[in-house]
């Protein structure tokens, strides 16, 4: 209870201001001394008051008994009850009684006195005039009440002088200590405002005490602390100015590296291209095992050039905003089966386990980017896995669907795991950058960069787990839809399933490009036909009388561009209008910049990117071929 009270007290002086505490401290030590002043008088006064009331008393009493000696010793009654009464009348009297020596009461004379009266009471003894021993007594009572309320307004009278002395007396602290603090609250006036960021603050010097000390120094303080606050905003505008003009120069650059890839992307690709389709064309119809396994080394040469460069220009395609997004429903489950579809020969030929697990879910997101997604995470992990395998599953969650990719590989160290996703950063198993594949490449470490940028535009996020020797395992959600209604494909327009017998035209203004499609395609027993613009493509058609089943044909030309070549043979072989193209239609380009592939998405048609491997080509011709044949027997297919 004490530390409570001790506790309230401290909090309300707290809450005291600097003139409540002078003027309280002021005024504590006058008003215990007014107090201490008035009550010893007071009780000074009250004991002289009974003093004197008892020294008539006395009197009075001496009096009665000298003249009551004789008439009590001749018992005069009469003469006793005269002298009592008497003296009963004299002033403050209000009791006289006389007693014989036997203590018999002669004379007894009592005034009418309020009960509970301040009174104080005499007794003498009786003695004769030749002394001897008493013949009796006299009582005399006197009253003080006079006494008392005399002293009841003097104290009336001192306890409102001590009011009005203590009145006086605050009024005059409280001033006096507005005086005093006056000087104090300016100072704190001040430093609130330069709290407040305000400048020029200074309080006036007002004497040479030490309070004035106290402002010099304050002022010089404020003084410096502007000087201060100027100089370092002086230097925040100077790095501001500068981080601004180097980060102008750093998005300069970036957009000059992004222009010049993208600028120098198709030049690039074509001498890529060609040399991915003829390393495929030498194996065709080659039984001779060494000059095979020296196919098979350029093979893989090319292969990994073409992965190193994908991997540059998927990067540089996404800086450029050239990938826009296209949200739909779709089943999980046809992306698992391509992504399966890809990978399962590559895994056998190094005799690892890819393990795609069938999923009834459905999704909502891009399906071109989810499949580069899940292309990517799977062939970064084949990579990198010697020996077990790989496995793709995707697990229910309230409202959405959580897809992993895990594997059996060399697992990443922990310290590496927030890295990993960055531009160009690569480790291997024991924690060195530069990792290397099954296959001896070194990567450019930026395959989980694009993936982790692909993520971002579908509005997902990838995380990773993974122990150093025993694998790692990326995982993304997507939101889960409902299943929706698929009609099944009539027995008449089964989807076909190879290219051979397939009547294809190539349109390409690189003549190392034509030769080496048109030797691919033949190999896969396609007719083909190629043209380098638009007036060459129409005369091709010729040589056949019906339609094309399909036209491949490059973005970019010297005379025009590819969409020009594929809107002139619809309008060539187009019946009516509305009709859909009576051909199956793909663009293969090295191109990047957004506008131009803002046009290959508008026109919705496939697209392929430069270099395209012989697998890839005949997959998505396939896919081409079956969704053009859907379009013209009125078949849809989610």
């Given at each position: 209870?004490h530390?409570?009270?001790a506790?309230?007290?401290?909090?309300?002086?707290?809450?005291?201001?600097l003139?409540?505490?002078?003027?309280?401290i002021a005024?504590?030590p006058?008003t215990?001394?007014?107090i201490?002043?008035?009550t010893?008088?007071?009780?000074?006064?009250?004991?002289t008051?009974?003093?004197?009331?008892r020294?008539?008393?006395d009197?009075i009493?001496?009096?009665?008994?000298?003249?009551?000696?004789?008439?009590?010793?001749a018992?005069?009654?009469?003469e006793?009850?005269?002298?009592?009464?008497?003296i009963g009348h004299?002033?403050?009297?209000t009791?006289?009684?006389i007693?014989a020596v036997?203590?018999?009461?002669?004379a007894?004379?009592?005034?009418d006195?309020e009960?509970?009266?301040?009174?104080?009471?005499?007794?003498?003894d009786?003695?004769?005039?030749?002394?001897?021993?008493?013949?009796?007594?006299?009582?005399?009572?006197?009253?003080l009440?006079?006494?008392?309320a005399?002293?009841?307004?003097s104290?009336?009278?001192a306890?409102?002088?001590?009011g009005?002395?203590?009145l006086?007396?605050?009024l005059?602290?409280?001033?006096?200590?507005?005086?005093?603090s006056?000087?104090?609250?300016?100072?704190?006036?001040?430093?609130h405002?330069?709290?407040l960021?305000e400048?020029g603050?200074?309080v006036?010097?007002t004497?040479d005490?030490e309070?004035?000390?106290?402002?010099?120094?304050?002022?010089?303080?404020?003084?410096k602390?502007?000087?201060a606050?100027?100089?370092l905003e002086?230097e925040i505008?100077f790095a501001?100015t500068?981080l601004?003009?180097?980060?102008a120069?750093?998005e300069?650059a970036?957009v000059a590296?992004?222009?010049?890839l993208a600028?120098a992307s198709?030049?690039?690709r074509?001498?890529?291209?060609a040399?991915?389709?003829f390393s495929?064309s030498l194996?065709?119809?080659?039984?001779d095992?060494?000059?095979?396994?020296?196919?098979?080394?350029?093979?893989?040469?090319?292969?990994?050039?073409?992965h190193?460069?994908?991997e540059l220009?998927?990067?540089?395609r996404?800086?450029t905003?050239a990938?826009?997004t296209?949200?739909?429903?779709?089943?999980?489950d046809?992306?698992?089966d391509?992504?399966?579809?890809?990978f399962?020969?590559?895994?056998e030929?190094?005799e690892?386990?890819l393990v795609?697990?069938k999923t009834d879910r459905?999704?909502?997101a891009d399906?071109?980017?989810?499949?580069?997604?899940l292309?990517?995470?799977?062939?970064?992990a084949l990579r990198?896995t010697k020996?077990?395998?790989?496995l793709?599953?995707a697990r229910?969650r309230p409202g959405?669907?959580?897809?992993?990719?895990w594997d059996t590989?060399?697992?990443i160290?922990?310290?590496h795991l927030?890295?990993?996703f960055?531009?160009f950063?690569r480790v291997?198993s024991?924690?060195e950058?530069?990792?290397?594949?099954?296959?001896g490449?070194?990567?450019?470490g930026?395959?989980l960069?694009?993936?982790h940028?692909l993520?971002?535009l579908?509005g997902?996020?990838?995380?990773?787990?993974s122990?150093?020797?025993?694998g790692?395992?990326?995982s993304f959600t997507?939101?889960?839809?409902?299943?929706a209604?698929v009609s099944?494909?009539?027995?008449?327009?089964?989807?076909i399933?190879?290219?051979a017998?397939?009547?294809?035209l190539v349109?390409?203004d690189e003549?190392?490009?034509?030769?080496?499609?048109?030797?691919?395609?033949?190999?896969w027993?396609?007719?083909?036909?190629?043209?380098r613009?638009?007036e060459q493509a129409?005369?091709?058609?010729?040589a056949?009388t019906?339609p094309?089943d399909?036209?491949i044909s490059?973005?970019?030309?010297?005379?025009g561009?590819?969409?020009d070549?594929?809107a002139?043979?619809?309008r060539?072989?187009?019946r009516r209008?509305?009709?859909?193209p009576p051909?199956?239609?793909?663009?293969?380009t090295g191109?990047?910049r957004?506008d131009?592939?803002r046009?290959?998405?508008?026109?919705?048609?496939?697209v392929l990117?430069?270099?395209?491997?012989?697998e890839?080509?005949?997959?998505?011709?396939v896919?081409?071929w079956?969704?053009?044949?859907d379009?013209?027997t009125?078949?849809?297919i989610?």
């Amino acid at each position: 209870m004490h530390d409570g009270k001790a506790s309230l007290a401290e909090r309300l002086w707290r809450r005291t201001s600097l003139v409540q505490r002078l003027t309280f401290i002021a005024l504590m030590p006058m008003t215990l001394t007014a107090i201490l002043l008035v009550t010893l008088l007071t009780r000074h006064q009250l004991e002289t008051l009974r003093e004197m009331g008892r020294i008539t008393a006395d009197a009075i009493a001496s009096q009665a008994a000298s003249i009551s000696a004789e008439p009590l010793q001749a018992m005069q009654r009469r003469e006793l009850a005269r002298i009592a009464a008497s003296i009963g009348h004299l002033p403050h009297v209000t009791h006289v009684q006389i007693r014989a020596v036997d203590g018999e009461i002669v004379a007894d004379q009592d005034s009418d006195v309020e009960p509970g009266a301040a009174t104080t009471t005499v007794i003498r003894d009786i003695v004769g005039k030749a002394g001897g021993p008493a013949q009796g007594s006299v009582m005399i009572e006197v009253s003080l009440d006079d006494a008392v309320a005399a002293q009841r307004a003097s104290l009336r009278n001192a306890l409102i002088w001590l009011g009005l002395t203590v009145l006086l007396a605050a009024l005059v602290g409280w001033q006096s200590a507005r005086w005093i603090s006056a000087p104090l609250r300016r100072l704190a006036t001040a430093m609130h405002k330069l709290g407040l960021g305000e400048r020029g603050v200074a309080v006036a010097i007002t004497d040479d005490t030490e309070i004035g000390h106290l402002q010099e120094g304050f002022n010089s303080a404020a003084a410096k602390l502007e000087e201060a606050q100027r100089s370092l905003e002086r230097e925040i505008d100077f790095a501001t100015t500068e981080l601004g003009r180097k980060n102008a120069a750093l998005e300069e650059a970036s957009v000059a590296k992004a222009r010049f890839l993208a600028a120098a992307s198709h030049d690039l690709r074509q001498p890529l291209y060609a040399l991915t389709l003829f390393s495929s064309s030498l194996a065709v119809d080659e039984h001779d095992p060494a000059r095979l396994d020296r196919i098979a080394h350029i093979q893989e040469s090319v292969e990994a050039l073409d992965h190193l460069f994908s991997e540059l220009l998927d990067l540089s395609r996404l800086e450029t905003g050239a990938m826009q997004t296209e949200f739909r429903d779709f089943a999980l489950d046809d992306v698992f089966d391509e992504v399966s579809r890809n990978f399962r020969m590559i895994a056998e030929q190094r005799e690892l386990r890819l393990v795609v697990r069938k999923t009834d879910r459905w999704v909502r997101a891009d399906r071109t980017m989810l499949a580069r997604i899940l292309n990517n995470l799977v062939s970064n992990a084949l990579r990198y896995t010697k020996e077990g395998g790989l496995l793709v599953a995707a697990r229910a969650r309230p409202g959405s669907v959580r897809i992993d990719v895990w594997d059996t590989g060399s697992g990443i160290a922990a310290e590496h795991l927030e890295r990993i996703f960055d531009e160009f950063f690569r480790v291997d198993s024991q924690g060195e950058h530069g990792r290397r594949d099954n296959s001896g490449h070194r990567g450019l470490g930026l395959g989980l960069a694009t993936v982790h940028r692909l993520a971002d535009l579908i509005g997902t996020h990838v995380t990773v787990h993974s122990k150093l020797g025993r694998g790692s395992v990326f995982s993304f959600t997507l939101p889960e839809v409902g299943r929706a209604a698929v009609s099944r494909p009539t027995v008449e327009s089964l989807p076909i399933q190879d290219v051979a017998g397939m009547r294809v035209l190539v349109v390409d203004d690189e003549p190392a490009i034509l030769s080496g499609i048109r030797f691919l395609l033949g190999s896969w027993g396609c007719d083909v036909a190629v043209a380098r613009d638009r007036e060459q493509a129409l005369e091709a058609t010729y040589a056949w009388t019906r339609p094309p089943d399909m036209v491949i044909s490059d973005l970019r030309l010297q005379d025009g561009t590819g969409l020009d070549i594929l809107a002139a043979l619809d309008r060539h072989y187009r019946r009516r209008d509305g009709d859909p193209p009576p051909f199956a239609r793909l663009l293969i380009t090295g191109e990047t910049r957004s506008d131009r592939l803002r046009e290959i998405h508008a026109a919705r048609i496939p697209v392929l990117y430069k270099p395209v491997s012989p697998e890839q080509l005949r997959d998505v011709m396939v896919t081409a071929w079956n969704a053009a044949n859907d379009a013209r027997t009125g078949r849809r297919i989610g």
